[in-house]
T-cell receptor, first 116, second 112 residues
Framework: DGGITQSPKYLFRKEGQNVTLSCEQN?????MYWYRQDPGQGLRLIYY???????QKGDIAEGYSVSREKKESFPLTVTSAQKNPTAFYLC???????????????FGDGTRLSIL | GENVEQHPSTLSVQEGDSAVIKCTYS??????FPWYKQELGKRPQLIID?????GEKKDQRIAVTLNKTAKHFSLHITETQPEDSAVYFC???????????FGKGTKLSVKP
C-alpha cells in the first residue's frame, strides 16, 4: 500500500551500533506493528502500538525498542543487544475496531538489515 | 498462546490446476483468519480473509474455508496462473490483544 512508507530499503549495521528503521503511514490508522521476517520463519511480531504514546512488546522484543510520539510514525531501533539482527523488517498498520474485531493489516515495503 | 501450522511448505502445480494450502490453529478463541501473498522481495498483500462466524468466502479464483471444530482453515486457488507464483502466509488472531500469529508460509510455483 502506498500509504505506508518504510525507509531505508537497505541498512547495514556495524558491531555495537544502534540503528533506527523508519515507518510512516498516512492511512489515519491507529494501530501500527513491527514484524521480523527470516527465511522459512514467517512473520514474528516485535512490537505493536494501538494508540499514540503507548506500545506493547510482541513475541521477540528483546534487543529492540520503539516509540510512538505521533499517530503517523512508529520507528524501530535495533540495539546492539540484538545479536542476530540480519533480517527483513516489515511495518504494518490497521484500524482499531471499537468492537474489538481484528482488522486487516496493511504492510510497507520493508527494510532489509544486514551486519557489516 | 496461539500456534499456527501451515502445510505444505512448498507446492508445485501446472498452470490451470487447483492449489490448496492448509493451516491449523490451536486457540479456539481465534476469530479472524487472513491470507497474505508475498512476491519475492515485496510486501505481503492481503488476498482474502474470513471471520469465525462464516464457513466459506470466495473472491473470483480464490476461496477460503474454515472448520472451527477441527480448528483448520484452507486457501483454495482455482485455474492457477504463473502470476499466482509467490509465498502465501496464513494467520490467526491470538493472544489477549488479538494479535496475528502467522504460519511459516507456502511457496507456490505454477508451471506454464
Amino acid at each position: 500500500d502506498g500509504g505506508i512508507t518504510q525507509s531505508p530499503k537497505y541498512l547495514f549495521r556495524k558491531e555495537g551500533q544502534n540503528v533506527t528503521l523508519s515507518c510512516e503511514q498516512n492511512l489515519n490508522h491507529d494501530a501500527m506493528y513491527w514484524y521480523r521476517q527470516d527465511p522459512g520463519q514467517g512473520l514474528r511480531l516485535i512490537y505493536y502500538s494501538q494508540i499514540v504514546n503507548d506500545f506493547q512488546k510482541g513475541d521477540i522484543a528483546e534487543g529492540y525498542s520503539v516509540s510512538r510520539e505521533k499517530k503517523e510514525s512508529f520507528p524501530l531501533t535495533v540495539t546492539s543487544a540484538q545479536k542476530n539482527p540480519t533480517a527483513f523488517y516489515l511495518c504494518a498498520s490497521s484500524i482499531v475496531s471499537g468492537q474489538g474485531l481484528n482488522q486487516p493489516q496493511h504492510f510497507g515495503d520493508g527494510t532489509r538489515l544486514s551486519i557489516l | 498462546g496461539e500456534n499456527v501450522e501451515q502445510h505444505p511448505s512448498t507446492l508445485s502445480v501446472q498452470e490451470g490446476d487447483s492449489a490448496v494450502i492448509k493451516c491449523t490453529y490451536s486457540d479456539s478463541a481465534s476469530n479472524y483468519f487472513p491470507w497474505y501473498k508475498q512476491e519475492l522481495g515485496k510486501r505481503p498483500q492481503l488476498i482474502i480473509d474470513i471471520r469465525s462466524n462464516v464457513g466459506e468466502k470466495k473472491d473470483q479464483r480464490i476461496a477460503v474455508t474454515l472448520n472451527k471444530t477441527a480448528k483448520h482453515f484452507s486457501l483454495h486457488i482455482t485455474e492457477t496462473q504463473p502470476e499466482d507464483s509467490a509465498v502465501y502466509f496464513c494467520a490467526a488472531s491470538g493472544g489477549s490483544q488479538g494479535n496475528l500469529i502467522f504460519g511459516k508460509g507456502t511457496k507456490l510455483s505454477v508451471k506454464p
